[in-house]
Nanobody
Framework: QVHLVESGGGLVQTGDSLRLSCAAS????????LAWFRQAPGKEREFVAA????????YYADSVKGRFTISRDDAKNTVALQMNSLKPEDTAVYYC?????????????????WGQGTQVTVSS
């Protein structure tokens, strides 16, 4: 198995930036496609960003495209989400997820491993 731990969340204002990180123990990230999801109060978990096993392809939800960037560092077993121009609508608990296989997917069900989540709150 693999254990995932997110960090970097916090309380910020509209327009600010945050960088979330997810560190893995156990199997290395090189074996997985990786993604970030988020869940706001009263809403279902939604896709944010994903990166392929090779790191050559990335995918973003329309709501964050142009503002968020996902990246991976397999040597350090970490995946990051750089969030710029934050909006109140971005307020949610953000989760790191991993699945075996090359292709990165945009739905939650295929992902096998999940972190505990980190809270991001954006005030207006």
């Amino acid at each position: 198995q693999v254990h995932l731990v997110e960090s970097g969340g916090g309380l910020v204002q509209t327009g600010d930036s945050l960088r979330l990180s997810c560190a893995a123990s156990g199997r290395t990230f090189s074996s997985f496609s990786l993604a970030w999801f988020r869940q706001a109060p009263g809403k279902e978990r939604e896709f944010v960003a994903a990166i392929s096993r090779s790191g050559g392809s990335t995918y973003y939800a329309d709501s964050v495209k142009g503002r968020f960037t996902i990246s991976r560092d397999d040597a350090k077993n970490t995946v990051a989400l750089q969030m710029n121009s934050l909006k109140p609508e971005d307020t949610a608990v953000y989760y790191c997820a991993a699945r075996s296989g090359i292709v990165a997917l945009t739905t939650a069900r295929p992902y096998e491993f999940w972190g505990q989540g980190t809270q991001v709150t954006v005030s207006s």
